[in-house]
């Protein structure tokens, strides 16, 4: 993958808080489309509550009975509670999240220098969106825009539907899976009469996150889940996969951008390709990432280590990629379609 050279395109600093008393300290892993000329990012802002006592650590939610964003106040000094990971306060009753995500629209002329709204597109609005809403997927479906996006509350991690034909108007079409489930990548055409699914079931005391394909009539009810692939030991996924950008018809078959991470958490990106009429056969697949976390701002952030997209678009054979990095900035990356086919392996 060839890098722009002027990244991060999009950094914390270039986005207005959505009030007064939040700060913005990631955005990232957002959803790309083309609409009226125009490339369209459907960013994920992540927020924070700004410091202002000392030795306080806050937490922010959605007050579903209330309709609106409160805080929760923990006493750092307090030995109960857990604060090595940057991303969560652990309580011994619960744990509580430090940030809350939300959807801003971002616009450009070409690709690169995105004019970005002030305020959100969607954010966190019922029970199952308490905690926000992250990881935005657009498939462009019969001049329609569906947007799969997964929603953080105290019952789960589900994976919700929206719609909009304009990026102006939203509406919530609900939840298309149980908790926990993550990662969902609606093919853009039905396939022998269905839609599919890429998606990414939490497991048990059994297995390791993996990606699972379903197929759907409607787009609603989903069913037919079927086993895609896994982590592989000794290789640069070995602890955890799930699918990234909406996959790409080519004459060769479905290209899935996806991610995959070591038990280390380093997060890189690969191929694989699965068959047109079969989606739910994979026919090649990345031995070595296509991009994995080595400029500065990768590998330093709210998370380092980190390339992750939700959004590649394909044009004149060339594949753009829009990812995030280090869980703080919005990248952007390209290689030729031909080039990353040459990454991939016929799987056995």
């Known amino acids: 993958m060839k890098r722009y050279e002027q990244n991060p395109i999009i950094q914390p600093s270039d986005v207005k808080p959505s009030r007064e008393d939040f700060e913005v300290i990631g955005v990232f892993n957002a959803g790309v489309a083309k609409y ?43 030995k109960e509670i857990d604060l090595s990971d940057s991303r969560w306060i652990k309580t011994p009753s619960k744990n509580y999240i430090t940030s809350i995500s939300h959807f801003r629209l971002a616009s450009s002329e070409d690709g690169l220098h995105f004019d970005i709204d002030e305020k959100p597109s969607m954010s966190a609005s019922n029970l199952y969106e308490i905690y926000g809403i992250e990881d935005p997927r657009i498939t462009l479906i019969d001049k329609e825009y569906y947007i799969s996006y997964s ?36 093919f853009p055409e039905k396939i022998g009469g269905y839609y599919y699914a890429l998606n990414r079931p939490s497991t048990s005391l059994f297995g390791k996150p993996d990606i699972w394909i379903a197929k759907s009539p409607d787009l609603m009810c989903w069913g037919d889940y079927r086993y ?4 592989r030991e000794g290789s640069w996924d070995n602890g955890r996969i799930g699918g990234s950008a909406i996959p790409i018809r080519t004459e060769q078959g479905w290209l899935e951008i996806y991610h995959g991470a070591t038990k280390e958490d380093v997060y890189c990106l690969g191929a694989v390709l699965l ?13 070595k990432p296509i991009l994995k976390p080595e400029a500065d ?6 998370f380092g ?17 829009y990812y995030g990095a280090a869980d703080t900035c919005m990248c952007y990356a390209e290689a030729s379609l031909e080039e990353i086919m040459d990454t991939l392996e016929d799987v056995d």
């Open 36 to 78: 009226n000329d125009k490339i369209i990012l459907l960013l994920r802002v992540a927020e924070k509550p700004i410091d202002r006592k000392d030795g306080i650590c806050r937490s922010v939610y959605y007050d579903v009975n209330a309709g609106e964003i409160k805080l929760l106040e923990f006493d750092q000094a307090d």
């Open 151 to 186: 929603a953080i509350s105290d019952v789960g991690i589900t994976e919700c539907l929206a719609v909009t034909k304009d990026f102006n108007n939203f509406e919530r079409l609900g939840v298309i899976f149980h908790p926990d489930n993550k990662d969902v990548e609606i």
């Open 228 to 231: 895609l692939m896994g982590a």
């Open 275 to 287: 068959k047109i009429d079969e989606p739910y056969k994979v026919i090649a697949r990345s031995t």
């Open 297 to 302: 701002y990768e590998k330093e952030g709210f």
């Open 305 to 321: 280590g980190v390339v992750f997209s939700c959004g590649v678009i394909l044009e004149d054979k060339l594949v753009r990629i």
